[in-house]
Every structure is written in C-alpha cells, then in structure tokens.
C-alpha cells in the first residue's frame, strides 16, 4: 500500500514538474506578424500586443500577463529594430495586458485613461506596491483622447465609453489605417465582461458604434487574430444579441434558467481561450442577466 503510495506521489510530482516546466516555456514564446510596414502585432500568453516602429522610437500597446514576457517582448522587439521603446500604452487594467510593464526601463512613459489607473491601483494593487512594478504604472493619463506625434507616426488613444470594463482605451495609428481595440473585441472568442471594473453589456455596442466611426482597415483585437472592419461589427452584433435578448427574458419576469436555455449566441461561433476556459456561453449570459436584472446573481 506505501508503494502504491508513493508511486503515484512520484507520478503527481513528474505531472507538476512537467508541467511547470512546459508552462515556464510557453510564457517566454513570442510570436511576430507584421500587419503593415512598420507596425507588428505579437502574440503569447496573454492579450495582443501591438508594436510600433518609428525613426524616432518605438510605441508598444499592452505587455502581456508577466514580467518575464515583458522581457521577451523587449528581445523580440531588439530584433526588428535598434530603435528605443519610448512610450507603452495600457488599453485596460487586466494583468493579461499590463503585467509585462515592469521589465521596460524605469522612466518609460505609460499612458493609460484615468479609471485604468485607478483600477490598476485599487483592484491589482498588490503587484505595483513595490519597484520595478511602481516605476512602471501609468504615469500620464487622460479621460477622452491622446495624441503621440512620434518619428512622422500618428498614434491616437482614445476612450468612447464602458464596454469590457469602464476605463478602456483603443489606440489607432492613424497613418497606417489600423485599429488596436484591445478587449473591446475578442476575435472568435468569448469576452470577459468586468462588471466588477465598470464593465457593461448594455453600453458596449454603443462604444463600438463610436469606435466604428473611426477611420480603419486592420483590427488587432485584445485576443484572436488580427481581423478587419467587418469583424468587429459581427462582434458588436453579437454583444448587441446577447444583451437584447438577455434584458427581454429579465423584463418579461424570466430567470437566469430561462435565459442560459434561451438565449441564442452559438451562431456567431465563439470559442473558450484555453488559459481562460470559465469564459464561455454561460459565463457571459450571466453576466448579462445579472447587468439586466439589477445585480442578481441567481434566477
């Protein structure tokens, strides 16, 4: 019986170390795609990165869930170019897009919108009590729009309402007709709704009508592949599907029951991310019902 045991304690500790070590690996794997001359997107563990390249330096957009990746971004980065990163902008306060900030150099400007400050210091607080991660919070915010004139580029941040969570900002880099709209668009998978953060399911397609009115081809969206106009509209029709037959259920006098057996979202085809698999159909029903019904959790 102790052989047994131990057998298959030992079998639990190979598991754990593999996969550990599999997972120490994956964090460090940075993919490259160039979506026009000069601009990159890069891809990992985590949300999209969005990458910048000027004469005059180089603009990076979110940094991925982990310091190590942060670091990663940075050798990826060395390799396109020599040119210095000068300015990082956060989209949303989410680790998955920020956590990478503290391998940058002390001093960097960061831009994020005021409520992603605020919510980077109230609900992640923790992590950027201390230095590096202290050195490297926002540290020059804004609440409508932002332009960095950098090296002939354009780069705009601007923020057009609650959607994800209640502080995010798209950037378009204007000379190269391409969107970054952050988790305001996850391609070909289910959101992650915030509702915690400022986050809403009712005012989302409305900020993405906003962000529509934008001048763009590409889209780098938080997470998936990079897509175009036409995919962040289907999006918004799904958000705007799942909210309006969500609140009909909830003003008919519905229960959440009802609306996880009623509502029709499977035909825009969204899958779950595999780091983020409890983001899936029910989960964003949930979400809606408890948005529509006034912060009930249950039906």
Do not use: C
């Not at 045991?5 to 160039?34: P, T």
């Not at 503290?102 to 005021?114: K, L, M, N, S």
């Not at 900020?207 to 889209?219: A, E, I, M, N, S």
């Not at 036409?230 to 609306?259: N, P, Y």
């Amino acid at each position: 019986m102790l052989r047994a045991i131990r057998r298959i304690v030992g079998v639990l500790l190979l598991v754990v170390l593999v996969g550990g070590s599999w997972l120490w690996y994956r964090i460090g794997q940075i993919d490259v795609q160039r979506v026009t001359n000069d601009l990159y997107v890069l891809t990992g563990l985590g949300g999209n990165v969005g990458v910048l390249v000027t004469p005059a330096g180089v603009v990076v957009v979110d940094t991925m869930t982990f310091p190590r990746q942060g670091s990663a971004i940075l050798r990826r980065i060395g390799q396109i170019t020599d040119q210095p990163v000068t300015a990082i902008l956060n989209t949303h306060y989410h680790q998955d897009h920020t956590h990478g900030n503290p391998a940058f150099t002390p001093g960097t400007r960061v831009i994020a919108t005021e409520k992603t400050l605020e919510y980077l210091r109230t609900r992640d607080g923790a992590f950027w009590r201390d230095e590096p991660a202290r050195e490297l919070l926002p540290n020059e915010t804004f609440a409508q729009t932002r332009d960095l004139e950098i090296g002939g580029k354009t780069v705009r941040a601007t923020y057009f309402g609650r959607g994800h969570t209640g502080g995010d900002l798209v950037v378009l880099f204007v000379e190269d007709r391409v969107l970054q709209a952050g988790d305001l668009f996850f391609n070909g998978h289910y959101p992650n709704i915030d509702l915690e953060a400022g986050g809403s399911v009712r005012e989302w397609s409305p900020t993405l009508d906003k962000v529509l009115g934008l001048d763009f081809d590409t889209v780098i969206p938080g997470h998936g592949p990079v897509s175009n106009r036409d995919g962040l509209r289907s999006f918004r029709e799904f958000m705007t599907t799942l909210w309006t037959q969500t609140k009909t259920i909830v003003d008919r006098g519905g229960t959440l029951d009802d609306a996880l057996r009623t509502v029709d979202i499977e035909r825009f085809g969204l899958t779950r991310m595999w780091f983020a698999p409890y983001l899936d159909r029910g989960f964003v029903i949930r979400r809606a019902w408890q948005e529509a019904s006034g912060g009930k959790t249950a039906g």
